[in-house]
């Protein structure tokens, strides 16, 4: 049975004075119904790039798309229209991702309205029913974005990415602007939606520790690149790329009897413009040599567990 969401080999890249710059280069991936992909990496990495080109809020350079069994590599205005329907986004900034000017209820029924298959009545009974589902008491109704906290802003992007009754959720850093506690509540209702409903998430976050709790894979991105992926518990244990190995050791450890090395980064940062053939993390890479200059190539080195390294093999016990 095909995958819910198939991509393979897609690319975005973007023209400017100084060349191309390869936003997102030849990414390849399944995700079902149900399961959630994290995709991790430093700023620039393209993690949002990656989210909003498979939405076709960006269209893609190259590369094939398949969604439910269709092919949505290229679709019409017509086939927009239904996908936009079965495939949402959250945003990362709760604030500016809403009208000022829409009262919460307002924001949340813009998109059945839009819609057109509902009655007026319908519409309202549907929207009340969705701020209970996210967890909005009904006296929020005619508040506005500027009269809520951070979460209960989130809450109403949920809602709306919710209302038309997706397939497959763009997350993208949806609790990176919250505290903490509010972040725990946000990300326990998701996953109590995709159990309901199962829904397929790509999680976007800069946030090591989120996404290995939510996520069932996690994809590692430098660059545009994929360099590593893994179901999220093999990657935490034993991760195999020396990006994804310096990742981690940043992952702050609350026990002062337990900490790890950490592994500092040096070098200057490559280009994504133009960018070589070769490995674009081996100016930072400590381990890097000449064969790392060559395309590298991903490897499949465990069930479902994938490297871009041509020397992960030697360092698989550093």
């Known amino acids: ?190 996953l109590d939606l995709q159990e309901e409903r199962g829904l397929a998430y790509l999680f976007v976050t800069h946030d090591l520790s989120v996404v290995k709790y939510i996520s069932d894979d996690i994809m590692v991105m430098y660059l545009g690149n994929m360099v590593e992926k893994a179901p999220s518990d093999e990657l935490f244990k034993s991760p195999l790329h020396p990006y994804t190995k310096a990742l981690l050791s940043a992952i702050p450890v609350p026990n002062l009897r337990d900490q790890t090395e950490r592994i500092i980064m040096q070098g200057e940062l490559t280009s994504p413009v133009n960018p070589k053939p070769g490995c674009r993390f081996m100016a930072r890479c400590q381990y890097a040599s000449e064969e790392c200059a060559e395309p590298q190539v991903l490897e499949e080195h465990a069930p479902d567990h994938f490297v871009a390294c041509c020397k992960y093999k030697a360092l698989e016990n550093n």
Do not use: W
């Open 1 to 190: 049975m095909p995958a819910l969401l198939e991509v393979r080999n897609l690319k975005k890249y973007f023209k400017n004075p100084a060349g191309t710059l390869h936003a997102v280069d030849d990414i390849s991936f399944d995700l079902d119904s149900g399961r959630t992909l994290g995709v991790v990496g430093e700023s620039g990495c393209g993690k949002t790039t990656l989210g909003r080109t498979i939405l076709h809020l960006i269209d893609p350079t190259s590369g094939e798309m398949k969604f439910d069994g269709r092919n949505i590599s290229a679709p019409t205005n017509k086939e927009l229209i239904r996908l936009r329907e079965e495939m949402r986004i959250i945003f990362q900034d709760p604030y500016s991702s809403l009208n000022p000017r829409m009262s919460v209820s307002t924001a949340i029924m813009e998109p059945l309205q839009i819609q057109g298959k509902l009655s007026k009545a319908e519409i309202i009974e549907e929207t009340r029913s969705l701020m209970d589902i996210v967890g909005i008491a009904r006296r929020f109704e005619n508040a506005y974005p500027h009269e809520l906290d951070g979460g209960r802003r989130q809450r109403v992007g949920v809602a709306r990415a919710l209302s038309l009754r997706p397939k497959f959720i763009v997350c993208d850093e949806p609790v990176s602007a919250l505290d903490v506690s509010i972040q725990a509540q946000i990300i326990n209702l998701m």
